[in-house]
């Protein structure tokens, strides 16, 4: 049995040098003369960190960074808020046309988000809202794979019987949604949160073709604006991408074990 546990131990720890190994070779080769990249393999640090740094961290990559969190910040919010409410309303509500409404959210699901980029972007154009981050943050209020997972977890995780009794006891319907509705989902709101976070981190293409501005400019087009015209300094940008990963790698540090029990919590029991 001690072998077994001693065993299971070794290949954990042999997998997660694997699986860590990318983000070593991405932190070393951050710290090389951009050209030195093609001459060897950067296994152990070099010397060229500080001059790295004096690249990436300007004061328009600062402020790239702050758009980056300010916009996600704010995605996320109204992403979460609108899928709670709407997973509410079809998962402890019944009125006309439900079933066709909830399978064409889930119908749009299949289709890429890359196909309603033109015509999104032509309406951020009419509205006149191109050059600013509100089609960033709008963006978050269309998630049908928020909808559906909030759905599912209301169904199987928020009791039925606890409403009703709310409702007998006169209490109103946006009560009992912030009151009752809202701890029960914790689990949910922070998996969820996590998931629309990143995504809305890592966006490039969205801010790419309806932000033109560089001090507007978000974390992904900063980076990828770090070269100059006559230059591709490739160790400035991976050094840069390596600053633009560690709050994700914090983010899922404190929340593994609630992203876990969000995405569990709504299963199907047997």
């Known amino acids: 049995m001690r072998l077994q546990k001693l065993l299971l131990y070794v290949v954990l720890v042999l997998a997660s040098l694997v699986f860590l190994f990318p983000f070593y070779m991405m932190l070393t080769m951050g710290t090389y003369y951009s050209e030195d990249l093609f001459k060897t393999l950067p296994i152990l640090p070099s010397s060229y960190l500080l001059e790295n740094l004096k690249t990436v961290v300007s004061p328009s990559f600062l402020l790239n960074y702050w758009n980056s969190f300010y916009v996600a910040v704010l995605f996320t919010a109204a992403s979460v808020g609108v899928c709670a409410m709407t997973g509410f309303a079809f998962a402890k509500y019944e009125f006309r046309g439900k079933g066709f409404l909830y399978g064409f959210i889930l119908l749009t699901m299949m289709i890429p988000g890359q196909l309603g980029l033109i015509a999104f972007v032509m309406e951020m154009k009419w509205f006149h809202l191109n050059n600013t981050h509100a089609p960033l943050i709008i963006s978050g209020l269309n998630n049908a794979f928020g909808v559906f997972f909030m759905t599912q977890f209301m169904r199987s995780s928020v009791p039925t019987e606890v409403i009703e009794s709310a409702r007998i006891d ?86 593994s074990k609630t992203l876990v029990r969000g995405l569990t919590g709504g299963a199907v029991k047997g």
């Open 170 to 255: 006169g209490c109103t319907e946006p009560r009992i949604f912030g009151s009752i509705v809202i701890p029960f989902l914790m689990p949910a709101i922070s998996t969820l949160g996590l998931i629309c976070f990143l995504g809305s981190w890592n966006n490039y293409l969205l801010p790419l073709v309806t932000i033109n501005r560089p001090e507007l400019y978000t974390l992904p087009l900063g980076i990828a604006n770090l070269s100059t015209q006559y230059r591709t300094d490739y160790s400035a940008s991976i050094l840069g991408l390596t600053l633009g990963t560690l709050p994700l790698i914090i983010l899922f540090l404190f929340g």
